[in-house]
């Protein structure tokens, strides 16, 4: 009583504080009324916590009035969740079902899938206190998935460990222990205490079922330390009571004695007289087995006492018949007699029906010790009755369980059934719009093909079309290549045999004439030979480059030495040169093809290019020869040359072209120019 005295003092202390804060807050009434409803939260979950389950709803009944009066439908569907837990907890499933319901419902309206799954452990609970076995198990599942679609480890935690939990009540230990296991991890990684000392005695619980009661000690031994350690003497003094039991089971008294003392030690500083009571009682029959009677005598008044203050009446009755055990064992039999009396009166006037099958049985054995016969005979009588009324009423309970288990499978096989016939209507709904949508997409596929394939052919017309013209505007470079090659030659020709022969028989007639005139007609005729000869010398000059001499007589290569010669000795121009050619000879026309591409790209480098150095890579191959020329000119961007100096690289790209080469070029501003050329060479 003193402790529920002093978390009221808390409470009143905490709403006066409340409206003393609220007051004193600077800003608008949205920011106040946030604060009281943090604080009405804090003061209900610190109810709920110390297990005052009617003041709690108190506080969420205030925090869910001023979340409704700032629309806020999140906390609304939080706080619906948590009022709902407490009705649970403090065994009222009906409203709490309601409020749960509405909270999901809520939940799913906002999209707020971590309240959906938290409702969802709450309805699991609901649904097992039911019997309804699938469904709890289906809405535990469903929370464990909405929680991994969150990525919310904590909530993976406590999802597993309901499902734990609720395999364990079903004696499904290898599930039960599975998840038990993984929740415990979790909460131990994350540092969940409260979390992580439930899932400890959730895991204890288990092994003591397994009968392994080394490890469920250990368990219960890690709980208890870390609950005495944050004063939560509530829960130490529970796992000091399993730990208890399991030494009792074991034939360890003093180990089940300690422990018991520790739990009566922690209730008796929380003053909770329900636990004191059943744990006076239950050490009183650990120092019966002691052999020390008289203290188990004191602890058996000592639970008489606390049951009498707890105003428990299952706990009054069975602290009576503890008595009367007690006094019986003494041989003080007029006052077993009288603690029998007691107890029996006790359970009959409030219909406790196992105490009175063993009040009955055991007064029935102690009149019988007194030699009181009839007595016995009486009371045996009653035990009979009594226990044939106990075996009927657990037979009828059997009897309404099979039946609710037995309806709830008709109910499921009838909801089969209709979802089969469901199905199949379906099935044969979506088999006729699936025939009739495939029917559509085929005739919509005919259709796209012949349209695709009409598309196509008259692509491949015009392709056709196109590259006739590219091929007919190639030939007619080619022919134009061609003749002015041809032209190239006849013209040089001519100037060599014809011009360049008139000249020079000019230039001796002259010299011939000169040695016979006077000195100032030699004068002039020596100017005028001289001029005959340079004259010569010229006609041979643009001969020899409209058609090299070297390039007929001796090749390609040859004439590539010749030409690059000729630069390095006209201009300052460094010229790096190196030929991979083999001896044989390409075929006339490509080789004067080449020989015009590595002219002009000379001609631009010397004209444009302001170049200090050029470099010329050929090798030639069994099947192609390649071409790497590069200066390191100003360089230039091609789409912003003017026309006429493009005239040179589209004659490059020409020749090229007729020789079924590809070329590539390469230049920027300040940067050079490089050309990459690749031209086959067909076999003989």
Same mark, same amino acid.
């Given at each position: 009583?003193?402790?529920?005295?002093?978390?009221?003092?808390?409470?009143?202390?905490?709403?006066?504080?409340?409206?003393?804060?609220?007051?004193?807050?600077?800003?608008?009434?949205?920011?106040?009324?946030?604060?009281? #409803?943090?604080?009405?939260?804090?003061?209900?979950?610190?109810?709920?916590?110390?297990?005052?389950?009617?003041?709690?709803?108190?506080?969420?009944?205030?925090?869910?009035?001023?979340?409704?009066?700032?629309?806020?439908?999140?906390?609304?569907?939080?706080?619906?969740?948590?009022?709902?837990?407490? +009705?649970?907890?403090?065994?009222?499933?009906?409203?709490?079902?309601?409020?749960?319901?509405?909270?999901?419902?809520?939940?799913?309206?906002?999209?707020?899938?971590?309240?959906?799954?938290?409702?969802?452990?709450?309805?699991?609970?609901?649904?097992?206190?039911?019997?309804?076995?699938?469904?709890? %198990?289906?809405?535990?599942?469903? =929370?464990?998935?909405?929680?991994?679609?969150?990525?919310? /480890?904590?909530?993976?935690?406590?999802?597993?460990?309901?499902?734990?939990?609720?395999?364990?009540?079903?004696?499904?230990? %290898?599930?039960?222990?599975?998840?038990?296991? $993984?929740?415990?991890?979790?909460?131990?990684?994350?540092?969940? /205490?409260?979390?992580?000392?439930?899932?400890?005695?959730?895991?204890?619980?288990?092994?003591?079922?397994?009968?392994?009661?080394?490890?469920?000690?250990?368990?219960?031994?890690?709980?208890?330390?870390?609950?005495?350690?944050?004063?939560?003497?509530?829960?130490?003094?529970?796992?000091?009571?399993? &730990?208890?039991?399991?030494?009792?089971?074991?034939?360890?008294?003093? $180990?089940?004695?300690? %422990?018991?003392?520790?739990?009566?030690?922690?209730?008796? /500083?929380?003053?909770?007289?329900?636990?004191?009571?059943?744990?006076?009682?239950?050490?009183?029959?650990?120092?019966?087995?002691?052999? !020390?009677?008289?203290?188990? +005598?004191?602890?058996?008044?000592?639970?008489? #006492?606390? @049951?009498?203050?707890?105003?428990?009446?299952?706990?009054?009755?069975?602290?009576?018949?503890? +008595?009367?055990?007690?006094?019986?064992?003494?041989?003080?039999?007029?006052? @077993?007699?009288?603690?029998?009396?007691?107890?029996?009166?006790?359970?009959?006037?409030?219909?406790?029906?196992? $105490?009175?099958?063993? =009040?009955?049985?055991?007064? =029935?054995?102690?009149? $019988? @010790?007194? %030699?009181?016969?009839?007595?016995?005979?009486?009371?045996?009588? &009653?035990?009979?009755?009594?226990?044939?009324?106990?075996?009927?009423?657990?037979? @009828?309970?059997?009897?309404?369980?099979?039946?609710?288990?037995?309806? #709830?499978?008709?109910?499921?096989?009838?909801?089969?059934?209709?979802?089969?016939?469901?199905?199949?209507?379906?099935?044969?709904?979506?088999?006729?719009?699936?025939?009739?949508?495939?029917?559509?997409?085929?005739?919509?596929?005919?259709?796209?093909?012949?349209? !695709?394939?009409?598309?196509?052919?008259?692509?491949?017309?015009?392709?056709?079309?196109?590259?006739?013209?590219?091929?007919?505007?190639? !030939?007619?470079?080619?022919?134009?290549?061609?003749?002015?090659?041809?032209?190239?030659?006849?013209?040089?020709?001519?100037?060599?045999?014809?011009?360049?022969?008139?000249?020079?028989? =000019?230039?001796?007639?002259?010299?011939?004439?000169?040695?016979?005139?006077?000195?100032?007609?030699?004068?002039?005729?020596?100017?005028?030979?001289?001029?005959?000869?340079?004259?010569?010398?010229?006609?041979?000059?643009?001969?020899?480059? !409209?058609?090299?001499?070297?390039?007929?007589?001796?090749?390609?290569?040859?004439?590539?030495?010749?030409?690059?010669?000729?630069?390095?000795?006209?201009?300052?121009?460094?010229?790096?040169?190196?030929?991979?050619?083999?001896?044989?000879?390409?075929?006339?026309?490509?080789?004067?093809?080449?020989?015009?591409?590595?002219?002009?790209?000379?001609?631009?480098?010397?004209?444009?290019?302001?170049?200090? /150095?050029?470099?010329?890579?050929?090798?030639?191959?069994?099947?192609?020869?390649?071409?790497?020329?590069?200066?390191?000119?100003?360089?230039?961007?091609?789409?912003?040359?003017?026309?006429?100096?493009?005239?040179?690289?589209?004659?490059?790209?020409?020749?090229?072209?007729?020789?079924?080469?590809?070329?590539?070029?390469?230049?920027?501003?300040?940067?050079?120019?490089?050309?990459?050329?690749?031209?086959?060479?067909?076999?003989?």
């Amino acid at each position: 009583m003193l402790f529920l005295c002093k978390i009221k003092r808390i409470c009143f202390v905490s709403i006066f504080m409340l409206g003393f804060c609220i007051n004193a807050i600077p800003g608008n009434d949205q920011e106040k009324k946030q604060v009281e #409803l943090n604080t009405y939260l804090s003061i209900a979950d610190m109810l709920f916590n110390q297990y005052q389950y009617d003041s709690a709803v108190i506080y969420y009944d205030s925090a869910l009035f001023i979340a409704e009066e700032m629309e806020d439908q999140i906390m609304i569907s939080h706080i619906l969740r948590l009022k709902g837990t407490v +009705l649970r907890n403090a065994g009222r499933n009906d409203p709490a079902y309601i409020l749960y319901y509405n909270a999901r419902q809520k939940a799913i309206e906002i999209g707020n899938d971590s309240i959906c799954a938290r409702t969802d452990i709450g309805l699991g609970h609901i649904y097992e206190h039911r019997g309804l076995l699938d469904s709890a %198990e289906y809405f535990f599942q469903h =929370a464990l998935s909405d929680f991994k679609k969150l990525n919310d /480890t904590i909530g993976i935690g406590r999802a597993m460990y309901n499902l734990s939990m609720f395999y364990q009540a079903n004696i499904d230990y %290898e599930k039960s222990l599975r998840y038990a296991l $993984e929740s415990n991890r979790i909460f131990k990684r994350f540092e969940k /205490t409260e979390l992580y000392c439930r899932s400890l005695i959730n895991l204890g619980n288990i092994y003591e079922y397994l009968q392994e009661y080394d490890t469920a000690l250990a368990c219960y031994e890690e709980c208890k330390k870390i609950n005495t350690q944050f004063n939560n003497l509530k829960r130490a003094a529970i796992v000091a009571g399993n &730990k208890a039991v399991i030494y009792f089971h074991q034939g360890k008294l003093e $180990e089940a004695k300690n %422990e018991v003392l520790d739990a009566i030690e922690f209730n008796e /500083t929380i003053k909770d007289t329900n636990e004191l009571s059943l744990l006076y009682r239950n050490v009183s029959v650990i120092y019966k087995k002691l052999e !020390m009677r008289d203290i188990a +005598l004191n602890y058996a008044h000592k639970a008489l #006492l606390m @049951a009498e203050q707890a105003d428990d009446k299952t706990l009054h009755a069975d602290a009576l018949l503890n +008595l009367a055990v007690h006094y019986k064992q003494k041989n003080n039999y007029p006052l @077993a007699e009288n603690y029998y009396l007691q107890g029996i009166d006790t359970s009959e006037k409030y219909n406790l029906k196992w $105490e009175m099958q063993n =009040a009955y049985g055991n007064i =029935a054995m102690l009149y $019988e @010790a007194m %030699e009181n016969f009839k007595k016995a005979y009486e009371y045996q009588q &009653k035990y009979i009755d009594i226990s044939e009324t106990i075996t009927n009423e657990e037979k @009828a309970r059997a009897r309404e369980k099979y039946k609710a288990e037995y309806e #709830l499978l008709h109910y499921k096989d009838q909801n089969r059934i209709k979802e089969l016939e469901k199905k199949k209507i379906r099935f044969q709904r979506n088999l006729s719009y699936g025939i009739g949508a495939t029917i559509i997409v085929l005739l919509i596929l005919i259709l796209y093909f012949f349209r !695709m394939r009409a598309r196509k052919n008259r692509i491949i017309a015009t392709q056709k079309i196109q590259k006739l013209e590219d091929e007919k505007k190639l !030939m007619a470079a080619q022919s134009i290549l061609v003749g002015q090659e041809k032209e190239r030659e006849r013209i040089a020709q001519e100037l060599h045999d014809g011009i360049g022969v008139l000249l020079s028989t =000019a230039s001796i007639h002259f010299s011939s004439v000169e040695e016979n005139t006077d000195k100032e007609t030699s004068e002039m005729l020596k100017k005028a030979n001289k001029l005959l000869k340079d004259a010569g010398k010229e006609v041979r000059q643009i001969s020899h480059n !409209m058609m090299p001499g070297v390039l007929s007589k001796f090749g390609l290569r040859e004439a590539i030495e010749d030409l690059f010669e000729d630069v390095e000795e006209a201009s300052d121009i460094e010229v790096d040169l190196q030929l991979i050619c083999k001896d044989e000879r390409l075929a006339e026309n490509m080789e004067i093809m080449i020989y015009r591409v590595i002219q002009e790209m000379l001609n631009n480098t010397i004209k444009h290019a302001k170049a200090s /150095t050029i470099s010329l890579y050929i090798s030639r191959g069994d099947d192609e020869i390649i071409m790497d020329y590069m200066d390191d000119g100003i360089g230039f961007d091609e789409d912003e040359l003017p026309h006429g100096e493009n005239i040179g690289l589209s004659g490059i790209r020409t020749r090229i072209d007729y020789l079924g080469g590809t070329s590539e070029l390469t230049s920027e501003p300040g940067k050079g120019t490089k050309y990459s050329i690749s031209i086959p060479v067909s076999k003989k």
